[in-house]
Nanobody
């Protein structure tokens, strides 16, 4: 089965940067779109970004546009989330996910494999 392992979370001051990574195994990584979501306690999981299987197309949520970038390296079976100019409201558990198909995917319902999550805390 698919395994997704996130890394790179932590505590950072407002204005700082972090890069999250997500290593995938279990099926042909380059055939599936990937996504990043985040969640805070008591709230629904929120879309952050998605990237197509080839990596040629991507989409970022308006709330983080201009600050976050999603990318992937299919040779390394890894997807990344570069987070710059972090704000306290970016504090959440961040999850990577693998979609059922190859195209951009915004809804959690079209993802069938999820990582365990990594905590990002931004202090003011």
């Amino acid at each position: 089965q698919v395994q997704l392992v996130e890394a790179g979370g932590g505590l950072v001051q407002a204005g700082g940067s972090l890069r999250l990574s997500c290593a995938a195994s279990g099926r042909t990584f380059s055939s599936y779109a990937m996504g990043w979501f985040r969640q805070v306690p008591g709230k629904e999981r929120e879309f952050v970004g998605t990237i197509s299987a080839s990596g040629r197309s991507s989409s970022i949520a308006d709330s983080v546009k201009g600050r976050f970038t999603i990318s992937r390296d299919n040779a390394k079976n890894t997807v990344y989330l570069q987070m710059n100019s972090l704000k306290p409201e970016d504090t959440a558990v961040y999850y990577c996910a693998e979609a059922r198909g190859s195209g951009l995917s915004w809804s959690p319902q079209v993802y069938d494999a999820w990582g365990q999550g990594t905590q990002v805390t931004v202090s003011s």
